[in-house]
């Protein structure tokens, strides 16, 4: 079953030099003298249940747009996205702490964004302060955790949602190798359990690890999509490719 | 638009709740500021009216301090609405840009939270009119009610305009200043709108706020039931309504973009 279908997806951002560039451009007719940064070119995939994909790529290839785009968050200039399912997507760790008010609070808060009803949450604040182990510090403000508290706090939150699919942008770097392996149990647990993951990832290791297809986009499309076997020979090549422009 | 609302009620709430306790959060004594401000405001304009102009007579009957508070208290509800509203959007930039998000709740946020503060001003205010013996009021909750919708209705769709455009232009929050400040000299809240004549006068049937200001005296002060006034209903619900028409089309227009333009 195709759980996300992703047809001729193009987005483009505007670029500006500063403000009256913009105030400029939106009374002139000549539209084509703004410079536009293709970020995705017509791109088209598809991702079907259970399967396990990693994106690849080098630094701003598009990786992330493409997830913002597969989450909702941001909207193709033309193109479409269909979703089946429930998406929770993990882009930024921790971004939605208010920093004044306890872990306990924003947990409540995080969870609520992610659409838990109020006895939702209240059935899965155990569990989720017990996978991150920070223990009494739940019920002290934010801004006296340590960065890799505030970490497990985010991302224990971020995956008790019970999403049909998950997105992950780049969040696993951060972390101590316990809590590390702790999360890839919890994801490999999530794959058993026949759910759709989406991640990006610089690190080949990792995603040989546990993807079974790859994707890897270079300059606005796709440049490799298979079998997650055959990943070092294109990124191999992506490299020369580019070290030779 | 609507629905929608409906549908986030829970999240609503506990935006709501975070707003209001979020920005005293660092202060020790943060349950007093939201309230120290207007009270230390009214009591100056009290002075400087009566002390200074002398011109502190009763109006209509009423004593002049009474007259003052049911004009400036519905002011501040309406006002604090709009100058916080106007950052509703680019306050929660950090969830609209990592997270599928409604964004639509965000302007209905800062009325709400508004409305915390003005519930304990009228609370005050119900004690000072039951030590006047002005005990007529308690007829007149529904019709306060109606009036303190009206301004929600008009604070609200302010918002959803300002927090739209803010994204775009950060001059917004700055020409608000302005206008709220205007707004609040030109408004009949601390001078008696009755003095004016003429054409002048016609010209208040054009201020919403005057509507609302307005019709919360004559709803506590002179017990008057709000559909005695005809003019005032038309007026304020065509402005308001053109209003809302704007401002939506204007912010789902612009809704697509946020993500990638906060």
Redo the contacts between chains.
């Keep these: 079953m195709c759980l996300i279908k992703i047809e001729n997806v193009s987005k483009s951002f505007k670029l500006y030099h500063n403000m009256y560039d913009k105030v400029k451009n939106m009374f002139s007719f000549n539209k084509s003298s703004i410079k536009l940064h293709n970020v995705l070119k017509n791109v088209s995939l598809n991702v079907d249940k259970g399967e396990t994909v990693a994106i690849l790529g080098m630094n701003g290839c598009g990786k992330t747009t493409l997830l913002r785009l597969i989450s909702g968050i941001s909207f193709p200039d033309s193109g479409n996205i269909n979703r089946n399912g429930k998406i929770t997507s993990i882009l930024s760790l921790g971004s939605g702490f208010h920093p004044d008010f306890s872990g306990l609070d924003n947990i409540k808060f995080y969870a609520s964004i992610m659409g838990l009803s109020k006895k939702e949450i209240k059935s899965k604040i155990e569990e989720i302060v017990s996978f991150a182990e920070i223990g009494d510090f739940v019920n002290y403000p934010i801004k006296t955790y340590s960065a890799g508290m505030k970490m497990r706090l985010a991302f224990s939150t971020a995956i008790s949602v019970d999403p049909d699919i998950l997105v992950i942008d780049e969040v696993l770097a951060v972390g101590d190798a316990y809590f590390k392996k702790k999360c890839l149990d919890r994801f490999k647990n999530f794959k058993e359990q026949g759910k759709t993951i989406i991640f990006a990832s610089h690190s080949l290791g990792l995603v040989k690890q546990f993807c079974e297809r790859a994707i890897i986009l270079n300059e606005a499309s796709i440049f490799f999509d298979g079998e997650v076997g055959q990943v070092d020979d294109y990124y191999k090549k992506l490299i020369t490719k580019r070290t030779i422009n | 638009m609507i629905k929608n609302l409906i549908n986030n009620k829970?999240?609503i709430l506990?935006l709501v709740k975070?707003d209001f306790?979020?920005r005293y959060?660092?202060s020790v004594l943060y349950f007093v500021w939201p309230f120290l401000h207007p009270f230390l405001l009214t009591l100056t304009l009290w002075f400087v009216f009566t002390c200074g102009f002398k011109n502190g007579n009763s109006v209509n009957g009423i004593p002049f301090i009474l007259w003052l508070i049911t004009g400036l208290i519905p002011w501040y509800f309406f006002s604090e609405s709009i100058s916080k509203g106007v950052i509703s959007i680019k306050e929660y930039a950090?969830?609209?840009?990592?997270?599928?998000?409604p964004i639509e709740i965000l302007p209905v946020i800062k009325t709400l939270s508004s409305l915390i503060t003005h519930s304990f001003f009228l609370l005050v205010l119900f004690l000072i009119l039951l030590f006047y013996h002005l005990n007529n009021f308690i007829f007149f909750i529904p019709n306060l009610i109606y009036f303190i919708f009206c301004s929600m209705i008009l604070s609200t769709s302010i918002n959803y305009f300002t927090s739209s455009i803010f994204v775009?232009?950060k001059d917004t929050a700055e020409i608000l200043k302005i206008l709220v400040n205007f707004t609040f000299w030109l408004t009949p809240i601390i001078w008696n709108g009755n003095l004016l004549t003429g054409k002048l006068k016609m010209l208040l049937y054009l201020n919403p706020v005057y509507y609302i200001i307005n019709g919360y005296r004559d709803t506590l002060l002179y017990s008057k039931p709000f559909w005695n006034d005809l003019k005032g209903i038309s007026s304020f619900w065509i402005i308001t309504l053109i209003l809302i028409y704007v401002s939506s089309k204007i912010f789902n227009k612009l809704k697509?973009?946020f993500?990638?333009m906060l």
């Design positions: 829970d999240l506990i975070r306790e979020g959060k660092n950090y969830i609209i840009k990592n997270m599928p998000f775009i232009f697509s973009g993500a990638d």
